[in-house]
């Protein structure tokens, strides 16, 4: 009788050794866990941003000119992530109970990481008719922002992009100082409701920072056939020259087309 | 289909282009929490409430500090025995009044530089404002949640009785219970704020706040793009302008919009210009200069700080500023 005490203790004491041991096995794994989950997210996110700078998508994502702000960012965020790793693994001893998964630890990083994830998978797209209708004030000739950035008064009228033709109508908008003027642009097709059949507008989005802020600007085509022929959403390259066309209440300025040729979507689809 | 692309590829361009300014936000507010050490720096506040309130307003220009990274700052300058002013100004100011946001809403709004200069305008005014109206209150125990009112240093609660003048038993006596409790709270505090000696231990530090400032708020940026890429694709275009053209309407909807959406003031421009084209001016302006100051988020944290009375008036009075001076602009100046 006396002799079982202790190693009843005994038993009782391994067995509780042996769960503890398991306990911080399990401790460890889930804090090796979360760690690399924690340091993949980051650089994952470096990594999408990267990703959409080699794959040429950038451009249509941002203006050019702060590419260099994302491309930094990017490779920031992975030095970021692999820091955290190194910093946790060094660190080891002193962390662990600092590393729960709380529901909002693993809600953020389920965000981050799906939309991570999603951004490797799902295609860009430039933007099309649908969301210049739901920008445009109407017309696609006024321009949303008052001060150009680039305006040349100077330039052939032939080499004008749509843009440029815009500016230059907002700036002395009496359709017979162009009338005759050659005209040589590209853009896509919206078949404008307020459109005659035989006429489409030629349209661009032009874009101030980033994708959130685009807005169309177009000029309206005289076409040699019916509209039907020319898809929307499709890019043409236009040429012909500047027309003046009356209607009952305005006199306005219509590319008379002499041709029309589709051409593929440009890399950089915006005009600035 | 169609649809849900161009919302996903603008949902996708806000988040491209607001990363790099999180980031940088995330990256200086972790280097200064870690590097800075603002008990030197409270010692040479100005005392008068005027001074202190634009000292206080403008300190966003040193610790640069998004409405998520203020809130802390703000609770430790006023345990160190910064002046209210300057605590208040700060708390309002700083989220906006700095330069990593100038910067970003100069990037989103750089065709009309008019909202960069009144956003920081307006943000200025209502912060001195508000400060002042605070700082008339002399007992600044009376604003802040029970915890910190008793850990703030005597010099500054306006209790300028002697102790052995005040009522009570010394056995047992409020006054001594108090005391303890403030020393426990201050050790509590102190050890929140110690910065480590160690530089790796340092370092260690800086990534980890790095890293948990980048995970939140990249969280709250993702949750922000998503409702504003779908509000653009989605709603149709007469809702939109029918909300976003009158110039009471469009202010109410921008301001409910800041409060609710709680997005980071280094990136909230990015938001509002994707509303640029259908909202006047007042009401983007509304959003920037509101939604800094008041949003869900920020009034979680600062329930830490202040008691509910006190933030439901700051809530008041800075609805109305913001209401009546963006109303302003919208009849006057645009």
Known sequence: ????????????????????????????????????????????????????????????????????????????????????????????????????????????????????????????????????????????????????????????????????????????????????????????????????????????????????????????????????????????????????????DERRLVIAATDVQPIPEPEDPYAY | MSSLLSAFTLFMSLLVEAFPFLLIGVLLSSALRFLVDERTFVRWLPQNPLAGALAGSTFGFLFPACECGNVPVARRLLIQGAPTSVAIGFLLAAPTVNPIVIWATWTAFRDQPEIVVLRVVFSLTISVAMALLFSSQKDLRALLQPSIANALPQTVTGSQQHPLLQGGTYVLGGTQLQTFERMAYQTAIAAEMAIPDELNERFHLFLENTFQELRDLGTVLILGSAIAATIQVFIPREIILSLGQGPVTSIVAMMVLAAVVSICSTVDSFFALSFAGTFTSGALLAFLVYGPMIDLKAIGMMLSVFKARTIFLMFLLITQFTFLGTLFVNFHLS
């Open chain 1, 1 to 248: 009788m006396t002799r079982e005490h202790p190693s009843l203790e005994e038993r009782r004491r391994l067995r509780q050794r042996r769960r503890e041991y398991r306990r911080d096995r399990r401790r460890r794994w889930q804090w090796f866990g979360i760690t690399l989950l924690d340091s993949f997210t980051i650089v994952a996110w470096g990594a999408l941003l990267l990703h959409y700078w080699l794959g040429g998508d950038l451009g249509l994502l941002i203006h050019p000119a702060y590419r260099w702000l994302t491309i930094g960012a990017g490779i920031v965020l992975i030095v970021t992530g692999l820091g955290v790793l190194w910093s946790r693994l060094r660190s080891q001893t002193k962390m662990p109970e600092a590393l729960q998964m709380t529901w909002w630890r693993q809600l953020s990083l389920g965000i981050l990481l799906s939309v991570a994830i999603t951004g490797y998978v799902a295609p860009l797209r430039a933007f099309t008719s649908d969301l210049a209708f739901q920008r445009s004030s109407g017309d696609f000739m006024t321009l949303a922002r008052a001060q150009p950035q680039t305006f040349r008064v100077t330039q052939n009228p032939g080499d004008r992009a749509i843009i440029d033709w815009v500016r230059t109508l907002n700036v002395y908008p009496e359709p017979d100082a162009y009338l005759g003027d050659p005209v040589n642009v590209s853009g896509f097709a919206i078949h404008s409701p307020d459109l005659p059949v035989d006429q489409m507008m030629i349209a661009q989005f032009v874009i101030t920072c980033c994708a959130a802020d685009v807005y169309p600007v177009g000029l309206p085509v005289l076409l040699p056939g019916d509209r039907a022929e020319y898809p929307q959403d499709q890019w043409f390259e236009v040429s012909g020259e500047m027309v003046v066309e009356e209607t009952s």
